[in-house]
Structure formats: structure tokens, C-alpha cells
DNA sequence: CTTGGGACCTGGCTGC
DNA sequence: TGCAGCCAGGTCCCAA
């Protein structure tokens, strides 16, 4: 079986960006600021953007959902998605035609923003809170329990998967790991998220966090365009069950895993350990 | 509140 | 071999 379409930063990848970028990023000023492509700022001139990050020091990066967020001495953020095929670069030996935004920081180092389907976005905002406020809680937070979960999901007459996959609900999963999750807990995508049983959301929340934790670990899921800024490819892709696999025997029960559309994306399962009813 | 659709975007794939 | 057209999906936006 082939991969047949790009896997996208979901929340293990911005981790693993964040995890790779700190310790060359945090503490340095930027010295140079180019864009090549100017769609993928948001709302302010090279110029203005330039004139604004320049000197200006990286204090910390924080992930929230799947952002990527740049704290600045000044007190604003440069805000990072990745969207689809983003990719951030360090110290790239060549431009690629698809790199979009290069930083230049006080310690030498490059910083190339990545990406081929220009859907990617950086914003520069006076306060994060703005952009990440409409966002749902953090999955691996401490606060993430059983009681949380039903809590978002009791009033939701909607199936499961796409309450997995709305940011506003929970941030930061995406298709591959909702599929997943939802397959560990056995519950099939299109089950209605005020339908599950106490136990099932309970087993969900388990699962949404040891996926997530584990891909974390492999340094995310390399199925296309995700490298890591160092340039390493992720290995968690290899420890999917259902994303991504069409027609490959089921670990659970040998039968064919099967693709359906919910709520227009391709949603992975297995039919016989994932049942409609239950 | 929900659903459904389109828009954005481009490379890879399919089918003729 | 070439080319048109479809498809992937994160997010936003609009209509019903």
C-alpha cells in the first residue's frame, strides 16, 4: 500500500518543531528578515516587518494547537501555522523554490519558512492571546481527563470524528491522529460525540493522549513533506494502524481497512472493530 | 445550534 | 506521452 496524500504538522509536529528550534532560537535577536512570498504574511509590509523584528529578541516559542508562537522581548508574538505543507527549515544548505520567508538570527542561525501550498501563515500580533483564545484545551495538559472530554463532546449532536478534528473543541489534532484515536478506543468515526458512553469517552481520552504522546516520541509522522527543522524524518507514521491505509489488514482483526468521507475528509477505519452500532 | 458547500493552494495521481 | 481534471486537508467563511 502507498501513502496517497501528505500528512500535515498536526500538535506532535509543532512539538517536535518547538522541541528543535528552542535551543537555537530562544534567546537570540533577529538580524535579518526576508520574504520571498508575501502572501504568507498576513496583513504587514516586509518593510514593517523588517523594521519591527529586527533587534528584537526571541524569548521564548511556545506551541498552542497547532501554532507555532514566537514570544518577542518587545512583548508582540510572530505567529507561525503551518497549515498543510509547512515546513520550518534550519540552516537550509539550499533554497528551495517553495521557501517562502528566511530569519536571520544574532547567533548565525537560519530560520526558512517552508512551503509548498502557500497555505501557511505568519503573523506578527501584539498579543497571542488573540489568535489562540478561539482554541479548545490542550490534550496533553494535566486538565485533559475523562470529565473534560464529556463535558466538550455532550453537547455535540456530531459525529465524533469531527469533533476531534474542531480546534475550537479540542486543539490540535488532526485527521491522522483523530483516526487513529478513534480507532484505539474502537469507536467508529461517524458515532455521534453526545452518543458516547461514559466508558468510551473515558478509553478516547486515553487514547488521544498515548497517541499523541508516542508521536511526540518518533518525532512526528513523515508521510510526505514533514521534516523536522534539523531535517530528520519523523517515524510515527510507522506506528499507525489506520491513517493512511487503505485496504491493509487490520492489526486488530485482519480485515481491510476502509476509507469513508466525514465531513469531507478521508476518515481510516476498521469496520469490524470500529462498529456503527454499539 | 447544525450541515453543507466553496475557497484557498499545488503536486501527484488517474484516465483518456 | 501529454494533458485535463480530480484529490489531499487545515481553516475560514457563507448560506440554509
Given at each position: 500500500m502507498s501513502y496517497t496524500s501528505s500528512t500535515m504538522p498536526e500538535l506532535p509536529e509543532v512539538e517536535t518543531i518547538k522541541h528543535e528550534l528552542s535551543p537555537q532560537i530562544v534567546g537570540r535577536s533577529f538580524t535579518s528578515v526576508i520574504v520571498f512570498d508575501c502572501k504568507i504574511m498576513s496583513g504587514i509590509s516586509t518593510a514593517e516587518l523588517r523594521r519591527q523584528l529586527i533587534g528584537q529578541a526571541v524569548c521564548g516559542i511556545a506551541r498552542r494547537g497547532k501554532y507555532l508562537l514566537f514570544n518577542l522581548s518587545g512583548g508582540q508574538s510572530l505567529v507561525m501555522h503551518l497549515r498543510m505543507t509547512g515546513t520550518l527549515l534550519l540552516n537550509p544548505e539550499a533554497l528551495d523554490r517553495h521557501v517562502r520567508a528566511v530569519f536571520g538570527f544574532s547567533n548565525g542561525v537560519q530560520l526558512a519558512f517552508q512551503d509548498q501550498r502557500r497555505l501557511g501563515l505568519i503573523r506578527l500580533v501584539e498579543d497571542a492571546e488573540a489568535v489562540t483564545a478561539k482554541l479548545g484545551p490542550e490534550p496533553l495538559d494535566q486538565s485533559f481527563t475523562p470529565r473534560l472530554l464529556a463535558e466538550l463532546l455532550k453537547k455535540r449532536h456530531i459525529p465524533v470524528k469531527a469533533a476531534l478534528l474542531d480546534q475550537s473543541i479540542i486543539a490540535g489534532i488532526g485527521n491522522m491522529y483523530a483516526d487513529e484515536a478513534l480507532f484505539a478506543a474502537r469507536?467508529?468515526?461517524?458515532?455521534k460525540a453526545d452518543a458516547l458512553s461514559t466508558r468510551e469517552i473515558a478509553t478516547l481520552c486515553h487514547a488521544i493522549r498515548h497517541i499523541l504522546r508516542t508521536a511526540i516520541a518518533a518525532e512526528g509522522a513523515s508521510v510526505n513533506t514533514y521534516v523536522t527543522p534539523q531535517g530528520h524524518l519523523g517515524s510515527a507514521q510507522f506506528h499507525f494502524k489506520v491513517a493512511h491505509k487503505l485496504g491493509d489488514p487490520c492489526p486488530g482483526c485482519g480485515r481491510p481497512i476502509m476509507r469513508i468521507p466525514v465531513r469531507g475528509r478521508g476518515s481510516y477505519f476498521c469496520p469490524c472493530c470500529q462498529p456503527i452500532t454499539s
Open positions: 469507536i467508529h468515526p461517524l458515532r
